[in-house]
């Protein structure tokens, strides 16, 4: 995969753990340190994202929505 560069700037303690990191071999070099912890906290964002939509539903009126689909669903079926 393609990837781009870009420049970050940091503040010194954060670049010494990560260079700490990168010597226990935690991770081959800053570049990969640094885009696996941009994955991380995408991924939580996202997750976090979603988890606040659904906090938004209402639990009774999905409920009633899936049941009347369900009910739909149920007679479409022919009966044996």
């Given at each position: ?19 700490r ?47 009347e689909?369900?009910s ?7 009966e044996?």
């Amino acid at each position: 995969m393609r990837k781009s560069k870009i420049a970050i700037t940091l503040d010194p303690d954060t670049v010494k753990e990560l260079d700490r990191l990168v010597k226990e071999r935690a991770f081959p070099n800053r570049s990969s340190a640094i885009e696996v912890a941009v994955k991380e906290k995408l991924n939580r964002m996202n997750s976090t994202r979603l988890a606040e939509e659904c906090a938004k539903l209402d639990p009774e009126f999905e409920k009633t929505l899936t049941e009347e689909g369900l009910s739909e669903e149920l007679a479409e079926w022919p009966e044996y």
